[in-house]
């Protein structure tokens, strides 16, 4: 539900910056590149903190505050009057929500190690159906009632959300017994996460990830207009080809966790890295929008093998106990990703071309895999304890 909320956005928040104009005079480019950016730094900032937080409180209110809050932020959104003003409340949601670090925690500290690639997969399939459907309806909601009104429903969405996990989750939490302030404790969690062997270059794939997945979101619906002409259902379109690869991400994501359980998560990320380069890139040779929407599919396939297993890593690299900081941090390089990406894809745009977007997007893909393959551990520490 979180996702169908969050992605109904996605296909029209270009085109609604557009419509509603700058107060200050900044052009519709930089500020549609800001209305990505200023969520994810933010939430860059914030996420650590969160996450430690996560640790010493429990991982389900984290969950609550992230769900409620997103909500009320998301009904204001449907009453702002200039894209500076989206801006702004787009930022303060970067502080406030982060569904994905503080679910993933709350999955990784209830579920054994050994099925972990498996569980994560499932979390994946959730948040792919998700933004398999959300964008179609924002999309269609957007062409036929108005952006607003897809704020509304979004709104309405993590409010519900919020409501089955107060209600529908139980958690058993031990807190952590008080051995420091809260400050020191933090630090002295983060700086134990990085120093941990194999977790500093899962996060720096984690980065390259986000940094190659988000480039082409705000050109997106300028590229296929360039391609589909007159169409006019362009914002439709546009969700189809989004949710049509977060769908094909869902159902590549089960087989592929499980199979990093059984054969190594490492073995299936960085042949899924590389082929994700290669789809990119050949994602800027299309002429129309269907070519498009195959090569997305593709692409969201080999994405299946990339995001979950990540996710998988970091829990078979990390101790028990340590969930909400490691994904506190983990949210962290993804918002920093996701807050460089906007910005680097749109000025490659107006620099060269959209179609450059593509090929650096592809090149992100493979150079990622290339650092897996000299820098990924081979061998992880729940590979280990299960030996022992």
Not at 198 to 218: A, H, N, Y
Not at 354 to 383: D, H, M, N, Q
Request: hydrophobic share 55%.
């Amino acid at each position: 539900m979180t996702a169908v909320g969050f992605s109904s956005i996605f296909p029209f928040l270009p085109l609604y910056v557009g419509s509603l104009g700058s107060s200050t005079g900044l052009s519709v480019e930089l500020l549609a590149g800001l209305v990505y950016s200023a969520q994810a730094f933010s939430m860059m900032i914030a996420s650590p903190i969160w996450g430690a937080l996560a640790d010493r409180f429990g991982r389900k209110i984290m969950v609550e505050r992230s769900m409620f809050g997103g909500a009320v932020l998301l009904f204001l959104m449907a009453f702002v009057q200039s894209a500076e003003q989206l801006v702004v409340l787009r930022a303060v949601q970067g502080l406030i929500t982060g569904t994905m670090a503080a679910s993933s925690a709350l999955l990784a500290a209830s579920i054994p190690r050994r099925k972990i690639g498996f569980a994560m997969g499932m979390l994946q399939v959730a948040i792919g159906l998700g933004i398999a459907v959300g964008p179609l309806i924002g999309g269609a909601v957007a062409d036929y009632f108005g952006y607003r009104v897809s704020f509304f429903i979004t709104s309405g969405l993590m409010v519900f959300s919020g409501t089955l996990v107060l209600f529908g989750v139980k958690e058993d939490f031990t807190p952590p017994e008080k051995t420091a302030g809260i400050r020191s404790s933090m630090l002295a969690d983060w700086r134990k996460v990085l120093t941990t062997q194999g977790i500093p270059t899962t996060f720096g794939i984690r980065f390259l990830s986000q940094v190659g997945r988000m480039m082409v979101i705000p050109v997106l619906p300028l590229f296929i207009l360039s391609i589909m002409p007159g169409s006019e259902r362009l914002n439709t379109f546009n969700g189809l080809v989004i949710g049509a690869g977060s769908a094909a991400t869902t159902l590549s994501a089960v087989f592929l966790g499980r199979w990093g359980d059984r054969v190594g998560h490492r073995k299936v990320l960085i042949p899924s890295a590389f082929a994700a380069g290669v789809l990119y890139i050949f994602m800027a040779l299309v002429i129309n929008g269907w070519q498009l929407l195959s090569f997305q599919v593709l692409a969201g396939i080999a994405m299946g093998g990339i995001m979950p297993i990540i996710s998988a890593l970091l829990a078979n690299f990390s101790m028990s106990g340590e969930e909400g900081a490691v994904y506190g941090l983990d949210h962290s390089i993804s918002a920093a990703g996701r807050a460089v990406a906007p910005m680097l894809g749109a000025a490659l745009a107006a620099a060269f071309s959209i179609r450059a977007t593509f090929v650096a997007c592809g090149l992100v893909f493979l150079f990622s895999a290339l650092f897996a393959i000299v820098k990924l551990p081979k061998t992880e520490r729940a590979k280990l304890r299960n030996v022992i």
